[in-house]
Every structure is written in structure tokens, then in C-alpha cells.
């Protein structure tokens, strides 16, 4: 059985800081990509950022790219995102997902982000 869980979020001021950890069970971890995803009140979940099996590609929504770092340490199973020079837009609930056949079909709990202005 798949599980993910989220850590880290929290309640920052506009411009600040903060690392979202998200640790994997269940599956050969470093078989898969994995995404971070948000989701603010009222609006579609969106893929944040993305990273290959060995971290060696990443990809970043336009939103927070150069503000927004992932990476991952397959020897841990998890993945990480450094969220820097946070924004009020930033505010949503963020969740890690598994990659599998081109989907993403596993979701942890989410973590609620609020960046405060």
C-alpha cells in the first residue's frame, strides 16, 4: 500500500521561507518521478514542480520558477520542496504525488501553506 506524508508547511510572511518534506512507503521509490501539487480555495490543483527518478531533471511552473527548488534522497524516500521568496499566491494546500504510467495515481494528505501579507 502506497502512502505519502507531507510535513512542513506552515504559516509565513510574505518573503520567507519554508521546506516541504514529503516521505514515501510502499513503493521502489526511486522508480518513480515525483511532482509537488497545489491547491488554493476555489481553484483546479496544480503541478508545482517535478523531479526524474535519479533528480537529475526537474521541472517548475512558471509561477515559482527561481523561487521554488525539488529534490529528493531516493536512500530516504523522500522528496523536498525549498519554497524561497514566498508570495500570498503561494497560499494553498500542497500535496506530493507518485508518477506511474504517465499519471499521477497516489496523493499524500496535503500540507497547508499561508503566506501572509
Known amino acids: 500500500q502506497v502512502q505519502l506524508v507531507e510535513s512542513g508547511g506552515g504559516l509565513v510572511q510574505t518573503g520567507g521561507s519554508l521546506r516541504l518534506s514529503c516521505a514515501a512507503s510502499?513503493?521502489?521509490?526511486?522508480?518513480?518521478?515525483m511532482g509537488w501539487f497545489r491547491q488554493a480555495p476555489g481553484k483546479e490543483r496544480e503541478l508545482v514542480a517535478r523531479?526524474?527518478?535519479?533528480?537529475?531533471?526537474?521541472y517548475y511552473a512558471d509561477s515559482v520558477k527561481g523561487r521554488f527548488t525539488v529534490s529528493r534522497d531516493n536512500a530516504k524516500n523522500t522528496v523536498y520542496l525549498q519554497m524561497n521568496s514566498l508570495k500570498p499566491e503561494d497560499t494553498a494546500v500542497y500535496y506530493c504525488?507518485?508518477?506511474?504510467?504517465?499519471?499521477?495515481?497516489?496523493w499524500g494528505q496535503g500540507t497547508q501553506v499561508t503566506v501572509s501579507s
Open positions: 504525488g507518485v508518477r506511474a504510467d504517465s499519471v499521477y495515481k497516489y
Open positions: 510502499g513503493l521502489t521509490f526511486s522508480f518513480y518521478y
Open positions: 523531479i526524474s527518478r535519479r533528480g537529475s531533471s526537474t
